[in-house]
């Protein structure tokens, strides 16, 4: 097992203790083994901290004046992602996730580390913030933490934070409007920006069908449009997937379970940026090993497209945003918390990715191959009803103009070799990406097949994934659930 990080003196020992499991979750994320995850993670750490000691000298230099760079865990996390493309370049990455090698290796790469105005809004708005500002929004908004945590970590008053999140929140809008003015953007984009900006200040504003149409194509507004809604659904997906990249949504969904988890059965505190609830408190350890070891000697875990605007909560306008002259979340000596460990930062330690990658794309949802003869019975008698194996969950996450996330967690009586969970949509929904299983869609009917990480699965264990879709007139829930062919009832 390689060597973790050794803290160099206190302050680096308290930021190890509240940032290794983040690192740690995106670098499991990034590799195709757990040994290979603590390397990359444990590297990553040490490439990070020398960017925060060479950022706190060079303000030393500077007579207290920062230099903008990202907060901590997000430098950190981009650290992941700098530290993979060097094992790409130099030879390892057959440690690495095919996916993430394919994109490291494209132009979406690119945008990351090249020139700075062609980088994603997200990306540049959360760097334009003074860095207390920009950690309040991150730990809120993407690490999924209750508002009490966030306020320890950030030396705030706890009956505050709610405001001073509202306000960055606000100030992000505008560093983003200003950042998607200053963009190079060809004729059509332009003529669209003022329009874009008005009708994300009003929730109740309808989108204009040509606009709507504009923001089906084009990458880059429909980024800026995510943006600028900061108090939309969309906000963590595009702040997670414009920073970090690769696996956005997959680390996202992790950092949510990883939030359940700390906080026992059921979502988080009310209001705490929406933290989606999984429907199940029950962690599916399938790569333990060497990542659950290291865990515990530590102390303590676009690819994804951004999520159009919508939602029905006010934004706060950008003239009644506070300047950032000083920043609201006024800096204090962080204090060290206890944070979960790895293991729970990830409680189903399964390999999430934002586009379908592994197992094949089959329409049909017969019986597999190598399922367990539990569940390869035959027909039930036509004159009986036979009992269902299987109970299913279907949760919303959210929901957003023509889009929305969901998660199903199935619920088996029966020990699996393999799976297929299959349902019919009742509105014409589609399903766009699927993390922790792979998708085909025929018509109405959508088959979810078992990824080669998660596909057995023990008697009475759950089997959890997520997806993005879009719909149109309505999102009733689907009906029809089977799994392996078999039908489930509905909880």
């Known amino acids: ?12 020992a308290a930021l190890f203790s509240e940032c290794w499991d983040a690192v740690l979750s995106y670098a499991d994320l990034c590799t195709a083994g757990a040994a290979a995850a603590t390397q990359l993670a444990t590297e990553a750490f040490a ?23 990202l ?21 390892q990455g057959h440690d690495l996730d095919p996916d993430l090698r394919l994109w490291l290796n494209s132009d979406k790469a690119a945008r990351y580390t090249g020139p700075p105005l062609q980088r994603p809004i997200a990306l540049r708005g959360l760097r334009d913030l003074q860095e207390p500002d920009a950690a309040l929004l991150w730990l809120a908004e993407v690490e999924a933490l209750p508002r009490s945590v966030v306020a320890r970590r950030l030396g705030l008053d706890p009956a505050l934070v709610g405001d001073e999140l509202a306000q960055v929140r606000g100030l992000f809008r505008d560093r983003c409007h200003r950042n998607h003015l200053d963009t190079p953007m060809d004729a059509q984009c332009r003529s669209y920006a003022r329009l874009l900006d008005a009708i994300t200040r009003s929730p109740a504003a309808d989108i204009p ?7 089906a194509t084009c990458v880059d507004c429909a980024e800026a449009a995510a943006c600028l809604r900061p108090q939309g659904a969309g906000l963590p997906a595009a702040l997670a997937g414009g920073v ?4 956005g949504l997959a680390y996202l969904e992790r950092r949510r379970r990883a939030a359940e988890v700390r906080l026992g059965a059921g979502r988080p505190e009310a209001g705490d940026g929406g933290e989606p609830k999984t429907g199940t408190d029950r962690a599916r350890v399938v ?20 999520m159009p605007f919508g939602g029905s909560e006010n934004d706060a306008a950008a003239g009644d945003a506070p300047t950032d002259s000083s920043p609201v979340a006024a800096p204090r000596p962080s204090l060290p918390s206890v944070t979960s460990s790895p293991k729970s930062a990830s409680p189903t330690a399964t390999r999430s990715t934002t586009s379908p990658k592994r197992g094949g794309n089959k329409n049909s949802d017969q019986e597999p191959q190598g399922t367990s003869s ?11 009803s036979a009992p269902a194996i299987c109970e299913v969950a279907y949760d919303v996450v959210s929901q957003w103009t ?8 199935v619920t088996t009586a029966d020990a699996l070799d393999t799976w297929r969970v299959a349902w019919t949509f009742r509105d014409g929904q589609k399903v766009g990406q699927m993390w922790d299983a792979s998708v085909a869609q025929n018509g109405s009917r959508v088959t979810a097949t078992a990824a080669d990480y998660n596909k057995a699965v023990p008697a009475d264990g759950t089997i959890t994934f997520g997806f993005l879709g879009s719909w149109q007139g309505k999102n009733t829930s689907p009906y029809d659930f089977t799994l392996n062919g078999q039908s489930c009832t509905k909880s």
Do not use: C, Y
Not at 48 to 67: F, L, P
């Open 374 to 384: 539990s569940t390869a019975s035959s027909a039930p008698d036509p004159g009986k």
């Open 71 to 91: 907060p901590v865990i997000p430098l950190l996390l981009t650290a992941v992602r700098t530290t993979a493309a060097a094992w790409e370049t130099g030879g």
């Open 1 to 12: 097992m390689p060597d973790l990080p050794t803290p160099k003196d206190s302050a680096e």
């Open 47 to 69: 490439l990070g901290m020398r960017e925060v000691r060479a950022a706190e000298t060079s303000s030393a230099r500077s007579n207290g004046r920062r230099s903008p760079r």
């Open 244 to 247: 970090i990249g690769w696996g």
């Open 402 to 409: 023509d889009g929305f996330q969901a998660t199903v967690t």
């Open 209 to 215: 069908p040509d606009l709507s149409r504009h923001l």
């Open 287 to 306: 790569r333990g090993g060497l990542l659950v070891a290291a865990a515990m000697v530590s102390l303590l875990a676009l690819a994804a497209s951004m």
